[in-house]
């Protein structure tokens, strides 16, 4: 597997595995804490996976290319 051929959106199970340590620290402190923090986790994941979205082309619109 090379590692150019990955786009950044296939680092998304990656950063789900963020939330192990959030369980971790939501079991160890209150379980209102731990909630904010997957939500936040969470949040900063979708944020970045909209973030990567690939560019849509200014031909995909309808536009002919040529300025009025």
Known sequence: MVLE???P???L???LLALIPVA???FGRSA???FVAAVNVILILACLYVAFTPVP???DH????TSP
Do not use: E, I
């Open 5 to 7: 051929a990955l786009t």
């Open 9 to 11: 959106r296939h680092s």
């Open 13 to 15: 199970p990656v950063g």
């Open 24 to 26: 971790w620290f939501g």
């Open 32 to 34: 209102t804490s731990g």
């Open 57 to 59: 082309d200014h031909h």
């Open 62 to 65: 309808g536009s002919n290319g």
